[in-house]
Structures are given as C-alpha cells and as structure tokens.
C-alpha cells in the first residue's frame, strides 16, 4: 500500500507530499461509508433481482445516487492528494489549483448523491405506507428535492462566471456569494432530513401493535437521522 501511495502523491521535485493528516483522515472517513454504501446497496439490488424478481423505480434511484457518489469520490481523491486541509500558503500555485479544480467538481455530484438518494427513500414510502395523505406528502417533497435539487446542482457548476474563476480569484468575472450558498444549500439538505424523518412517525404511531414493538419500529426509522 505505501509503494501504490508512493507513487499515486503529487509531488514537487523535492519530494514533498501534500497527502495532509487532514486529507488522510477526510478520504479514510469517505472511503469507509462509501464502502458501507456499496455493500448495503448490493445487498438489496441482490434482494430486489435474485428473490423478488423485479426492481423498482425506488431501487433504480439509489442505484444512481450510488453512481453519482463514486464519481463524487474519485475527484475528492483527487482533492485529497492534492493539500485538501493543509494551510493554502503552504500549498504552491499548480497544487492549489489542482485541488480547486477538483472541489469545484465534487459539489454537485455530493448534491445529486444526496437528492437521489432522499428521493429514493421516499419513493420506498409509496410502497410502505400507501395512503393517500402520504402520496400527497411525498410527492409535495419530491417536488422540492427536485426543485431546490436542480438549483443546487446548477450552481454548483456555474457559480463563477467565467467558471475558471473559481479556481483562479484573479480572473475578471462574478461570483455568488458561495458562503451564502453553501449555508442555503446546507438549510435545506438539513429541512428536508429532518421532513423525511417525521412524516412516517404518525403511520407508525396509528398501527395496532404493542407499544414496545411501536416504539422499536420507530427507533429503526430514526437511525436514518445518523
């Protein structure tokens, strides 16, 4: 591993690495979950085929969520080897750029990974929970996913104008402001957790099971909130 690693660092002709203790921790912690993410979406897509025969649109969904997290991590890679949380004055000029380059590119695939994957769950209640009221709740949310969805992931690729101005501060051009899209962006990723959380806790509570098993129900539910 630390030959492949050897050879895989961005280095400068005198050998310096900028593979930073914060890069390492960063990529470990994304290569972990997303591990996690491939077996356990193995796991059902094997379920859906294999045993029920048939897949649907809810699986189709996070199939692609899945698809858009592996491209998110191979620029974040990239973003790692290149001084993601390292000092910027510690960085030289063609391997900041290098990293820029990259994290504007990671932006909307985290985006479309997270949409997909929030519109996959809820497709999944369609099938769980098939009343009416809750069509109607879930539907209203798809149309936000796709509507706050679409601008995330367009202004993650055209919030410079030139875009190389991301990168590159110095070129003529505009920006948004990207703290303040980051924060918006973050607000509603969080609103919409937490509405796809609560809105199956009052189908939950009406089943006629003993409150142990009510409450245990409800619990597994809520480890989605992790």
Same mark, same amino acid.
């Given at each position: 591993?630390?030959?492949?690693?050897?050879?895989?660092?961005? $280095?400068?002709?005198?050998?310096?690495?900028?593979?930073?203790?914060?890069?390492? $921790?960063?990529?470990?912690?994304?290569?972990?979950f997303?591990?996690?993410?491939?077996?356990?979406?193995?796991?059902?897509?094997?379920?859906?085929?294999r045993?029920?025969?048939r897949?649907?649109?809810?699986?189709?969904?996070?199939?692609?969520?899945?698809?858009?997290?592996?491209?998110?991590?191979?620029?974040?890679?990239?973003?790692?080897?290149?001084?993601?949380?390292?000092?910027?004055?510690?960085?030289?000029?063609?391997?900041?750029?290098?990293?820029?380059?990259?994290?504007?590119?990671t932006?909307?695939?985290?985006?479309?990974?997270?949409?997909?994957?929030? !519109?996959?769950?809820l497709?999944?209640?369609?099938?769980?929970?098939?009343?009416?009221?809750?069509?109607?709740?879930?539907?209203?949310?798809?149309?936000?996913? !796709?509507?706050?969805?679409?601008?995330?992931?367009l202004?993650?690729?055209?919030?410079?104008?030139?875009? !190389?101005?991301?990168?590159?501060?110095?070129?003529?051009?505009?920006?948004?402001?990207?703290?303040?899209?980051?924060?918006?962006?973050?607000?509603?990723?969080?609103?919409?957790?937490?509405?796809?959380?609560?809105?199956?806790?009052?189908?939950?509570?009406?089943?006629?099971?003993?409150?142990?098993?009510?409450?245990?129900?409800?619990?597994?539910? !809520?480890?989605?909130?992790?």
């Amino acid at each position: 591993m630390a030959d492949v690693l050897h050879i895989l660092l961005p $280095r400068e002709e005198t050998g310096q690495s900028y593979f930073s203790h914060g890069g390492k $921790r960063g990529l470990s912690i994304s290569v972990v979950f997303t591990s996690l993410a491939t077996i356990f979406v193995t796991a059902r897509i094997y379920t859906r085929t294999r045993l029920m025969k048939r897949m649907e649109p809810n699986d189709w969904m996070i199939l692609i969520a899945l698809t858009f997290s592996y491209v998110f991590m191979g620029f974040f890679i990239v973003e790692s080897l290149n001084g993601m949380g390292m000092h910027g004055a510690d960085i030289p000029p063609p391997v900041m750029l290098k990293q820029m380059k990259a994290f504007w590119l990671t932006i909307p695939f985290y985006n479309a990974a997270l949409l997909c994957a929030k !519109a996959s769950i809820l497709m999944q209640y369609f099938r769980v929970f098939p009343t009416k009221r809750m069509r109607v709740v879930c539907w209203v949310l798809i149309g936000v996913l !796709a509507t706050y969805g679409s601008w995330a992931v367009l202004s993650a690729f055209l919030n410079c104008i030139p875009v !190389a101005k991301f990168w590159n501060p110095t070129l003529p051009g505009y920006c948004i402001n990207q703290k303040g899209l980051w924060f918006s962006n973050a607000s509603m990723h969080i609103f919409t957790d937490l509405a796809i959380l609560i809105i199956p806790i009052p189908a939950l509570h009406a089943l006629e099971l003993p409150k142990r098993q009510k409450i245990a129900l409800i619990s597994i539910f !809520a480890l989605g909130g992790f």
